[in-house]
């Protein structure tokens, strides 16, 4: 089975393990350079995309997920791991950086007061099966993509699941439903290219 890491710096980490699991990979905890080194694959979990990043400089580890990602390993961000992935943030926060990879504009917390935290069911593309029942906490959504970037699924228009190359982001979080096909079709990237 592949082995995929989860940064572990800040956020959901414990629900992407299970969920990794649960779609077959064998998941381990990264918050050291060498730790990155020993993965196929990097999950990014959701959190608070500031937070990971000032962990991450502090850590020594952006460098190493920018060089790794340049080299083609496949990553999957959910909600502040889909901003970590992100080329480029709208307002970022002084200091914010981001890993990069995939060549997208995001906003976070886009959808507003209003609007926080809900689910609602997508149609994804590349998740077979039915629908997808996504759960939006404080979610970014993208902004504007380039061309070598596939739309997987949207809200309101908006959209929210992308892949880019080895790379996917949700602005969701399956991790939190007990439904793991969207880290199915992660690990079944992280198997491709092997
Ligand atoms: N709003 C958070 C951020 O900007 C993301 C929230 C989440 O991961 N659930 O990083």
């Known amino acids: 089975n592949p082995v995929i890491g989860v940064l572990a710096l800040q956020g959901d980490v414990r629900e992407h393990f299970a969920a990794l699991a649960g779609a077959g990979a064998e998941a381990r905890t990264v918050r050291r350079?060498?730790?990155?080194?020993?993965?196929?694959?990097?999950?990014i979990p959701g959190g608070e995309s500031t937070t990971i990043s000032k962990l991450a400089t502090a850590f020594g580890l952006l460098e190493p997920l920018r060089e790794r990602v340049r080299a083609g390993m496949p990553?999957?961000?959910?909600?502040?791991?889909?901003?970590?992935?992100?080329?480029?943030?709208?307002?970022?926060?002084?200091?914010?950086?981001?890993?990069?990879?995939?060549?997208?504009?995001?906003?976070?917390?886009?959808?507003?007061?209003?609007?926080?935290?809900?689910?609602?069911?997508?149609?994804?593309?590349d998740v077979e099966g039915g629908p997808v029942e996504g759960v939006f906490i404080r979610a970014p959504w993208v902004e504007s993509t380039g061309a070598g970037v596939r739309i997987l699924a949207r809200y309101d228009g908006h959209?929210?699941?992308?892949?880019?190359?080895?790379?996917?982001?949700?602005?969701?979080?399956?991790e939190l439903t007990g439904d793991h096909r969207?880290?199915?079709?992660?690990?079944?990237?992280?198997?491709?290219?092997?």
């Open 33 to 43: 350079p060498e730790e990155l080194a020993a993965v196929d694959g990097l999950v």
């Open 182 to 194: 969207v880290h199915g079709a992660f690990v079944q990237m992280v198997r491709a290219e092997g």
């Open 159 to 174: 959209p929210v699941a992308v892949r880019q190359g080895r790379l996917l982001a949700t602005s969701f979080h399956p």
């Open 75 to 125: 990553a999957y961000g959910s909600c502040a791991g889909m901003i970590m992935l992100a080329d480029k943030i709208l307002d970022p926060r002084s200091g914010q950086e981001t890993v990069g990879g995939i060549d997208m504009i995001v906003r976070r917390n886009a959808f507003g007061r209003q609007n926080e935290s809900f689910e609602a069911s997508l149609d994804m593309a």
